[in-house]
């Protein structure tokens, strides 16, 4: 008894410690008598300490000091100190900025204010890779054949509620819930997909409290979070299994896995994921294996089977020629330029790959026997010398076009969408114009020509407006 | 030009190049209407319905076309200063606050040289420091305002960003502790009528349960 006492003392302390640890970014930062105070946990991991250094602005170098037990820093040009909480708690402080220094551009002070204050929240979101559900109970949300219902319980005596979200731009009045058996619902049409959601409870905005998945916006909202399955990872038997988890190169193949549902054959999890290409195994009770049912198995470079999984439609890679090279691979943005996932097939007359990507722009190279080279049959890159690297535009549903300067010998387009480069993209002379095919996502972007090293307007293009340096960019608006 | 049955003749107006708000918005926008345009109406906000109303009104305020009495005011106050600048007075730990109203405004702003106490009860989530010239430094934090109060009614987790707001004094030529946003305006509905010289809000989030 006294032995289980104690189990269960070490145990709660055990709890509360853990609890400790937790990365809550409410918990950290406060003003107390004109100083800036950060609570740090030591036991924070090296991504948490991540996210402490992006959301607070303080820099890697200073939090590896406070992990190193430093109590005084001396850190861009400022004195922070270090206080001992009790472990594995400390205190980073330092007197807070008031007053704006001589030196100080204000304008840049009132940028950040800007864009922080008028931040509209309608900037488009980078589409979620993958994802699958966590609803408390089962028919929280149902998804069958492009139709999504949901089901809000409880708040019977609520005269109105209205679901709002990504799908609908967040209206608040577009989508009335109906009142149902001891709640409230809604069937909508919904494309696969993810979602971020509230309820609107008679003018209250609340998270789905039977949904555990949610996520902070830019602002600091949190909003509910469902997807929309478009795939269903399914393994047969293995009914005497404890844990069955699938993992992959969309989660990083992070052992932990998502855990699959057990169900009368065998195991389930529906999923939703983006337009691409897979590799993923399971892991049954720790021990991984290939999906029996699925024939697309391949061997990554070291010699490891895997499964393969498309979604979408492929596009075929080709390098022509090259004929006695004995390995090519394909690297490049979609894949995180790994040197050795990608291998080609060889050809009567060259390489090729047909491989499926999400729609949209990239950069890629071919490794020929070691060596990088960028695409010799496509005219469009980026970046120079040693540097360019080969861009594609996949469902590409804009063309840049500059009529004329026939003789120029090189023309690039430059803008908001590639980050204002100075060496790209490069456009290629085709029928007595330039061109750049690319996959723009609605909204306003602005750009301009760089002709032999001069930037000029779109000379086609009526529209454009001043820019910071007197000069006037070009103004396209994809709808 | 026209808004419904609200008739404007030769109003003035200024030619700009709206472009940044483009830029931070995504929307496209052929104009901005000033507050001149809004002076002689009453102006109702119901931010969580996405309405804006106005109501035509006569010499005394009142509203000339509509039976509707308005709404049912929890904080009115008077609107005080030269006319276009709406100044609210808020409270946080007890102490009386000077705000500016920037419907236009996504969040709420406080003085960073306000009252410490004023300071400490808010919670900063986010921090990014601003550097100029040689070692000149500035930060802004932002956060929620944990103990706000206007006319009694305690309003919670109103975002804020804590910054040196030392321009706008001089912009408004009045010390100002802060300024307050769109996320003071969801609060509730919102009447500004400028020819009674009155600000009327009538709380509706988070009022019931």
């Not at chain 1, 269960?8 to 509360?16: K, N, R």
């Not at chain 1, 005219?379 to 840049?400: D, Q, R, V």
């Not at chain 2, 996405?50 to 010499?59: A, G, N, P, Q, T």
Request: charged share 25%; proline share 3%; net charge positive.
């Amino acid at each position: 008894m006294k032995l289980f006492r104690y189990i269960l003392v070490l145990g709660i302390v055990w709890l509360s410690l853990s609890a400790n640890a937790q990365f809550n970014p409410d918990k950290i930062c406060r003003i107390d008598d004109n100083q800036v105070i950060f609570t740090i946990n030591l036991k924070w991991t090296e991504n948490e300490r991540k996210e402490l250094s992006n959301l607070f602005d303080l820099d890697s170098a200073l939090i590896s000091q406070v992990f190193a037990g430093k109590t005084t820093i001396e850190y861009g040009g400022e004195t922070w100190m270090v206080k001992k909480l009790k472990y594995p708690l400390v205190e980073l402080s330092k007197p807070i900025l008031t007053t704006v220094q001589d030196g100080m551009n204000e304008n840049d002070i009132f940028l950040v204010i800007d864009r922080w204050m008028n931040f509209g929240g309608t900037v488009a979101e980078n589409p979620a890779v993958w994802g699958v559900n966590d609803f408390t109970i089962g028919n929280a949300f149902v998804y069958t054949s492009g139709r999504a219902s949901f089901y809000l319980p409880g708040f019977e005596k609520a005269k109105k509620v209205y679901l709002a979200g990504s799908f609908n731009n967040w209206s608040t009045t577009k989508t009335p819930m109906n009142r149902a058996s001891s709640g409230w619902a809604i069937n909508i049409p919904l494309e696969p997909g993810k979602y971020t959601y509230k309820y609107i409870v008679d003018g209250r905005w609340i998270t789905d409290p039977v949904n555990r998945k949610t996520e902070r916006d830019w602002e600091g909202n949190r909003n509910s979070v469902l997807l929309c399955p478009n795939h269903v990872f399914n393994l047969k038997g293995f009914l005497k299994a404890k844990k069955v988890v699938v993992t992959g190169n969309f989660y990083n193949w992070n052992q932990k896995g998502v855990e699959m549902m057990r169900n009368s054959e065998g195991w389930s999890l529906p999923v939703y994921l983006r337009e691409g290409t897979y590799a993923y195994k399971f892991l049954v009770d720790g021990k991984w294996m290939t999906d029996p049912a699925n024939p697309s198995v391949r061997k990554d470079a070291g010699g490891n089977e895997n499964s393969f999984l498309e979604i979408g439609e492929p596009f075929l890679f080709k390098l022509n020629g090259f004929t006695t090279a004995e390995k090519v691979v394909l690297t490049g943005s979609f894949n995180y330029w790994s040197r050795n996932e990608l291998l080609l097939n060889k050809t009567s007359t060259g390489w090729e790959l047909p491989y499926v990507v999400a729609p949209g722009n990239y950069e890629y190279k071919f490794i020929v026997d070691g060596k990088w080279m960028p695409d010799p049959e496509n005219p469009f890159t980026i970046g120079k010398g040693e540097l360019t690297n080969s861009l594609i535009a996949l469902k590409a549903n804009y063309i840049f076009e500059l009529n004329g300067f026939e003789n120029a010998k090189s023309v690039l387009v430059t803008g908001n969408f590639n980050g204002w480069n100075r060496d790209g993209y490069k456009m290629s002379f085709e029928n007595g114009k330039w061109i750049l095919p690319l996959n723009l996502r609605p909204g306003k972007y602005i750009y301009k020509f760089i002709v032999d090293g001069k930037w000029i307007l779109d000379p086609a293009n009526k529209l454009y407006e001043a820019n910071e340096y007197g000069t006037d960019n070009s103004v396209l608006w994809i709808e | 030009m026209e808004f419904g049955d609200l008739t404007y003749q030769r109003m003035r107006a200024d030619v700009a190049n709206l472009g940044h708000i483009e830029n931070k918005r995504g929307v496209k926008i052929l104009g901005l209407v000033g507050f001149g345009m809004m002076k002689n109406v009453e102006i109702v906000l119901d931010a969580s319905q996405s309405e804006l109303r106005l109501y035509k009104v006569d010499k005394e305020g009142k509203r000339t076309n509509s039976k509707s009495a308005g709404i049912k005011s929890d904080y009115t106050q008077t609107i005080e200063g030269n006319g276009n600048i709406l100044f609210l007075k808020g409270m946080i730990a007890g102490k009386n606050l000077n705000f500016c109203f920037d419907t236009g405004a996504e969040t709420n702003a406080i003085n960073c040289d306000a009252n410490k106490t004023v300071l400490s009860t808010l919670t900063i989530t986010r921090r990014i420091e601003l550097k100029g010239a040689g070692n000149a430094k500035s930060e802004v934090l932002f956060g929620r305002m944990n103990d706000f109060t206007m006319g009694g009614k305690k309003i919670s987790d109103m975002e804020t960003i804590v910054t040196n707001l030392r321009s706008l004094h001089e912009a408004y030529n009045t010390t100002i502790d802060g300024m307050l946003g769109y996320n003071f305006l969801e609060q509730g509905v919102i009447t500004i009528n400028f020819v009674k010289r009155q600000f009327d809000i009538q709380f509706t989030k988070g009022a019931e349960k």
